[in-house]
Protein backbone atom coordinates (compact mmCIF):
# COMPACT_ATOMS: atom_id res chain seq x y z
CA UNK A 1 0.00 0.00 0.00
CA UNK A 2 1.53 3.07 -0.71
CA UNK A 3 2.36 5.33 2.53
CA UNK A 4 -0.60 8.23 2.73
CA UNK A 5 0.75 10.91 5.49
CA UNK A 6 -1.90 12.84 7.15
CA UNK A 7 -1.55 16.08 5.39
CA UNK A 8 -2.99 19.28 6.94
CA UNK A 9 -6.62 18.70 5.04
CA UNK A 10 -6.45 14.88 6.69
CA UNK A 11 -5.62 16.74 10.21
CA UNK A 12 -8.76 19.25 10.25
CA UNK A 13 -11.33 16.75 8.72
CA UNK A 14 -10.18 14.48 11.73
CA UNK A 15 -11.12 17.18 13.82
CA UNK A 16 -14.69 17.88 11.96
CA UNK A 17 -15.36 14.47 11.39
CA UNK A 18 -14.69 13.71 14.84
CA UNK A 19 -17.50 16.87 16.20
CA UNK A 20 -20.20 15.69 14.13
CA UNK A 21 -19.38 11.89 15.48
CA UNK A 22 -20.57 12.97 18.97
CA UNK A 23 -23.85 14.58 17.86
CA UNK A 24 -24.67 11.45 15.12
CA UNK A 25 -22.87 8.11 15.78
CA UNK A 26 -21.46 7.66 12.44
CA UNK A 27 -18.91 5.29 13.55
CA UNK A 28 -18.41 3.45 17.06
CA UNK A 29 -16.76 5.04 20.03
CA UNK A 30 -14.61 2.13 19.91
CA UNK A 31 -13.31 3.36 16.17
CA UNK A 32 -12.56 7.22 16.98
CA UNK A 33 -9.01 6.36 17.70
CA UNK A 34 -8.69 4.14 14.42
CA UNK A 35 -10.23 6.70 12.45
CA UNK A 36 -6.96 7.31 10.45
CA UNK A 37 -6.13 3.65 10.41
CA UNK A 38 -9.65 1.77 9.43
CA UNK A 39 -11.35 4.62 8.07
CA UNK A 40 -9.55 7.62 5.78
CA UNK A 41 -6.30 5.08 5.12
CA UNK A 42 -9.14 2.50 4.06
CA UNK A 43 -10.88 4.80 1.55
CA UNK A 44 -7.50 5.43 -0.23
CA UNK A 45 -7.18 2.14 -1.09
CA UNK A 46 -8.23 3.40 -4.30
CA UNK A 47 -5.25 4.83 -4.84
CA UNK A 48 -3.86 1.42 -5.72
CA UNK A 49 -5.97 1.21 -8.41
CA UNK A 50 -5.37 4.52 -9.83
CA UNK A 51 -1.86 3.78 -10.09
CA UNK A 52 -1.86 0.34 -11.76
CA UNK A 53 -4.56 1.45 -14.14
CA UNK A 54 -3.63 5.03 -14.65
CA UNK A 55 -7.41 5.35 -15.01
CA UNK A 56 -7.97 9.88 -14.49
CA UNK A 57 -11.77 9.84 -14.47
CA UNK A 58 -14.31 13.09 -14.48
CA UNK A 59 -17.13 11.73 -12.29
CA UNK A 60 -17.04 9.22 -9.38
CA UNK A 61 -20.04 8.10 -7.13
CA UNK A 62 -19.97 6.71 -3.84
CA UNK A 63 -23.12 4.70 -3.13
CA UNK A 64 -23.93 4.61 0.39
CA UNK A 65 -21.56 6.75 1.52
CA UNK A 66 -22.89 7.19 4.88
CA UNK A 67 -20.85 10.08 7.31
CA UNK A 68 -18.76 10.55 4.28
CA UNK A 69 -16.24 7.31 3.59
CA UNK A 70 -15.01 6.88 1.37
CA UNK A 71 -16.01 10.30 -0.77
CA UNK A 72 -14.65 12.65 1.86
CA UNK A 73 -11.10 10.92 1.71
CA UNK A 74 -11.50 10.79 -2.11
CA UNK A 75 -12.48 14.33 -2.80
CA UNK A 76 -9.49 15.60 -0.15
CA UNK A 77 -7.16 13.76 -2.10
CA UNK A 78 -7.95 14.52 -5.56
CA UNK A 79 -9.42 17.87 -6.09
CA UNK A 80 -9.63 17.43 -9.72
CA UNK A 81 -11.99 14.71 -9.90
CA UNK A 82 -15.99 15.35 -9.50
CA UNK A 83 -17.08 13.30 -6.42
CA UNK A 84 -20.56 12.26 -5.81
CA UNK A 85 -21.97 10.56 -2.72
CA UNK A 86 -25.30 9.38 -1.66
CA UNK A 87 -27.01 7.61 0.79
CA UNK A 88 -30.93 7.63 2.23
CA UNK A 89 -29.72 8.38 5.61
CA UNK A 90 -30.84 12.04 6.29
CA UNK A 91 -28.73 12.44 9.59
CA UNK A 92 -25.29 11.05 7.73
CA UNK A 93 -25.71 12.62 4.54
CA UNK A 94 -26.28 16.72 6.95
CA UNK A 95 -22.93 15.58 8.62
CA UNK A 96 -20.85 14.63 5.28
CA UNK A 97 -22.22 17.82 4.23
CA UNK A 98 -21.29 19.74 7.23
CA UNK A 99 -17.26 18.52 7.13
CA UNK A 100 -17.32 19.01 3.43
CA UNK A 101 -18.77 23.01 3.98
CA UNK A 102 -16.08 23.08 7.22
CA UNK A 103 -13.04 22.24 4.37
CA UNK A 104 -14.27 24.37 1.54
CA UNK A 105 -14.68 20.71 -0.85
CA UNK A 106 -15.97 22.25 -4.29
CA UNK A 107 -15.33 19.15 -5.64
CA UNK A 108 -17.83 16.95 -3.76
CA UNK A 109 -21.44 16.67 -4.04
CA UNK A 110 -24.17 14.91 -1.28
CA UNK A 111 -27.57 13.87 -2.24
CA UNK A 112 -29.53 12.46 0.47
CA UNK A 113 -31.47 9.84 -1.91
CA UNK A 114 -32.21 5.89 -2.77
CA UNK A 115 -29.70 4.92 -5.43
CA UNK A 116 -32.39 3.80 -7.77
CA UNK A 117 -33.38 7.05 -8.27
CA UNK A 118 -30.66 8.63 -10.02
CA UNK A 119 -29.11 8.17 -13.15
CA UNK A 120 -25.55 8.33 -14.44
CA UNK A 121 -23.37 7.81 -16.22
CA UNK A 122 -20.42 7.49 -14.06
CA UNK A 123 -16.81 7.24 -15.16
CA UNK A 124 -16.04 5.06 -11.62
CA UNK A 125 -18.55 3.61 -8.83
CA UNK A 126 -17.20 2.73 -5.44
CA UNK A 127 -19.11 1.30 -2.18
CA UNK A 128 -17.51 0.21 1.31
CA UNK A 129 -19.63 -1.32 3.65
CA UNK A 130 -23.12 -1.09 2.22
CA UNK A 131 -24.31 -4.72 0.61
CA UNK A 132 -23.02 -8.37 -0.71
CA UNK A 133 -21.47 -8.27 -4.19
CA UNK A 134 -24.54 -9.46 -5.97
CA UNK A 135 -26.82 -6.83 -4.65
CA UNK A 136 -24.37 -3.67 -4.77
CA UNK A 137 -23.42 -4.81 -8.64
CA UNK A 138 -27.15 -4.62 -9.27
CA UNK A 139 -27.10 -0.84 -8.18
CA UNK A 140 -23.78 0.36 -9.47
CA UNK A 141 -23.72 -1.21 -13.12
CA UNK A 142 -26.37 0.24 -15.04
CA UNK A 143 -25.45 3.63 -13.35
CA UNK A 144 -21.71 3.37 -14.93
CA UNK A 145 -20.42 4.11 -18.64
CA UNK A 146 -19.48 1.94 -20.99
CA UNK A 147 -15.63 0.90 -20.21
CA UNK A 148 -16.21 2.50 -16.58
CA UNK A 149 -15.19 0.96 -13.49
CA UNK A 150 -17.25 -0.54 -9.90
CA UNK A 151 -14.52 -0.62 -7.17
CA UNK A 152 -16.21 -2.69 -4.11
CA UNK A 153 -14.13 -2.24 -0.83
CA UNK A 154 -14.11 -6.12 0.71
CA UNK A 155 -12.67 -7.94 3.50
CA UNK A 156 -11.24 -11.42 3.45
CA UNK A 157 -13.90 -12.70 1.76
CA UNK A 158 -13.81 -11.01 -1.69
CA UNK A 159 -13.17 -13.50 -3.83
CA UNK A 160 -16.24 -15.66 -2.55
CA UNK A 161 -18.47 -13.08 -2.69
CA UNK A 162 -17.18 -12.07 -6.40
CA UNK A 163 -17.73 -15.28 -7.62
CA UNK A 164 -21.10 -15.40 -6.26
CA UNK A 165 -22.26 -12.01 -7.90
CA UNK A 166 -20.63 -13.47 -11.01
CA UNK A 167 -23.89 -13.97 -12.90
CA UNK A 168 -25.35 -10.54 -12.00
CA UNK A 169 -22.09 -9.12 -13.16
CA UNK A 170 -22.36 -10.93 -16.43
CA UNK A 171 -25.65 -10.13 -17.37
CA UNK A 172 -24.77 -6.44 -16.44
CA UNK A 173 -22.28 -6.45 -19.33
CA UNK A 174 -19.39 -6.45 -16.88
CA UNK A 175 -16.17 -8.26 -15.53
CA UNK A 176 -14.47 -8.67 -12.76
CA UNK A 177 -10.51 -8.14 -14.00
CA UNK A 178 -8.68 -7.67 -10.89
CA UNK A 179 -8.17 -7.99 -6.95
CA UNK A 180 -6.48 -5.16 -5.38
CA UNK A 181 -4.90 -6.52 -1.96
CA UNK A 182 -3.98 -4.27 1.29
CA UNK A 183 -3.58 -4.30 4.76
CA UNK A 184 -4.58 -1.00 7.11
CA UNK A 185 -2.13 0.19 8.81
CA UNK A 186 -2.60 -1.72 12.60
CA UNK A 187 -1.31 -3.83 15.06
CA UNK A 188 -3.50 -6.51 14.30
CA UNK A 189 -3.82 -7.77 10.85
CA UNK A 190 -6.65 -6.51 8.74
CA UNK A 191 -6.56 -7.20 5.21
CA UNK A 192 -8.71 -5.56 2.63
CA UNK A 193 -9.79 -5.95 -1.27
CA UNK A 194 -10.81 -3.83 -3.62
CA UNK A 195 -13.01 -5.81 -6.31
CA UNK A 196 -12.56 -3.85 -9.68
CA UNK A 197 -15.31 -4.84 -11.95
CA UNK A 198 -15.18 -2.92 -15.85
CA UNK A 199 -18.24 -2.31 -18.13
CA UNK A 200 -18.12 -3.44 -21.47
Known sequence: MPDIRIASDFTRFIEYFLEENSKHNLISKNDEKYLYEKHIFDSLGIKLFFEKYGIKPE??????????????????????????????IGKKIKSAETIKEKLGLKNLTLICDRVENI??????????????????????????????????????????????????????????????EYRLPLEEVYERNLICVKKN
Open 119 to 180: SGPFDIIVSRAVANMSKISAYALPLLKPGGYFLAYKSRKAKEESKEAEPIIKNLKGEVIDIL
Open 59 to 88: KLLDIGCGGGFPCLPIAIEYPELNVFGIDS
